[in-house]
Structures are given as C-alpha cells and as structure tokens.
Antibody, heavy 122, light 106 residues
Framework: EVQLLESGGGLEQPGGSLRLSCAASGFTFSDYAMSWVRQAPGKGLEWVSTINNSGGSIYYADSVKGRFTISRDNSDNALYLQMNSLRVEDTAVYYC???????????????WGQGTLVTVSS | DIQMTQSPSTLSASVGDRVTITCRANQSISSWLAWYQQKPGKAPKLLIYKASTLQSGVPSRFSGSGSGTEFTLTISSLQPDDFATYYCQQFNSYWTFGQGTKVAIK
C-alpha cells in the first residue's frame, strides 16, 4: 500500500524558512517522479514543484521559483521542500504526491499524502 | 500558461441524479487531463486520467470524456459518498488545476 507522510509544517513569520519532508513507503520510490501541491485555506489546488525520479529534472511554479527548493533522497525514500523567504500567501496545506512515471513531464499525481499545514503570519 | 476553467462552480443534486462537470483549457492539451475528488479535510483522490481512463478501484459510475480543449466528468447515478469537490488538472505542460466544482446535496 502506497503511503506518503508529510511533516515539518507549522507557524513561521514572514521572511522565515521551513523544511517540509515526505516519507514514502509501499512502492519503489526511486522509480517515480514526486511533487508538492498546496491548498490555501478554503481555496483550490495549486501545483508547487515536481522532481523526476533521479532528481535531475526539477520544475517550479512561478509563485515559488527562487524561494523554494525541492529535493529527494532515494536511499531514504524521502522527498523534501525547502521553503525560504516565506510570505503570508504561502499559507496552505502542502501535499506530497506520487507521480505515475519516472519522468517529470507528463506525470500525474496518483497518490497523495494527508498534508501538512504551513502558516505564515507575524 | 495553460489555464483550466471548470463549470459550474457549485451544483446541487440528489442521490440518483446524473451529474456532469465541464472543464475547458485555453489551449489544446490533447488527452492529458485528470480528474480528482476531494472531501473536506482529506487529500485529493485520482478518479480518471488521460481524459477517460478510470483509475483502479474507482466505481464505474464515474466516466470522463473529451480531448483538445473541452472535457467532461460524468457521474451516472450520484451516490451519498460522491458529495465532494471535483478538480480537473492538465498535465500536458507543467500542471494546472481547475478552480473546482462542489457537488452539494439538493
């Protein structure tokens, strides 16, 4: 059974940093692209970032480019999102999602974690 | 950037009703479209991919159609478990979600 467990969310001040983690199990992690998707309170889904299976191809939404960094550790079955220069508008539940392909492009999100809440406020 | 527009934003329906949700892209995405269901406080769940392929385990009352710029999600006979918010998503060029359609009890 595929399981994705996010952690690392919390309350942070504007301009601060947080690092989210996603622990994966139930599938061969190194065979699949992985993504982060967020959802602001009461709002819709917004794609944040995607990384291919090897970590060699990475994509970011314009809203986070230059501030967020996605990475993965295939030996540890873990996905990360380093979030710097946080803004109030980054407040959201952040979901880790498994891709259905090794490549990043044309992958979709076939399994999702339960999410971790990030709140940016002074 | 590819933009996705869903309609309606909200619909009210009764158990047993046939429900159709439309999703339009502002440029062709071939069949690179997925549909997700989300219930309050829960993660989204993949229902349909490549416009019309049912994800394993999803009931056959769900179906998808379309290609290019216009797509539909149909629930043939609405069940109590289907009251939720539905999102379309294009994955032809990066990833973009529609704004969601809430299916509420009439």
């Amino acid at each position: 059974e595929v399981q994705l467990l996010e952690s690392g969310g919390g309350l942070e001040q504007p301009g601060g940093s947080l690092r989210l983690s996603c622990a994966a199990s139930g599938f061969t992690f190194s065979d699949y692209a992985m993504s982060w998707v967020r959802q602001a309170p009461g709002k819709g889904l917004e794609w944040v970032s995607t990384i291919n299976n090897s970590g060699g191809s990475i994509y970011y939404a314009d809203s986070v480019k230059g501030r967020f960094t996605i990475s993965r550790d295939n030996s540890d079955n873990a996905l990360y999102l380093q979030m710097n220069s946080l803004r109030v508008e980054d407040t959201a539940v952040y979901y880790c999602a498994k891709g259905d392909t090794a490549t990043a492009m044309l992958t979709l999100f076939d399994f999702w974690g339960q999410g971790t809440l990030v709140t940016v406020s002074s | 950037d590819i933009q996705m527009t869903q309609s309606p934003s909200t619909l009210s329906a009764s158990v047993g009703d046939r429900v159709t949700i439309t999703c339009r892209a502002n440029q062709s995405i071939s069949s690179w479209l997925a549909w997700y269901q989300q219930k309050p406080g829960k993660a989204p769940k993949l229902l349909i991919y490549k416009a019309s392929t049912l994800q394993s385990g999803v009931p056959s009352r769900f179906s998808g159609s379309g290609s290019g710029t216009e797509f539909t999600l149909t629930i043939s006979s609405l069940q109590p478990d289907d009251f939720a918010t539905y999102y379309c998503q294009q994955f032809n060029s990066y990833w973009t979600f529609g704004q969601g359609t809430k299916v509420a009890i009439k």
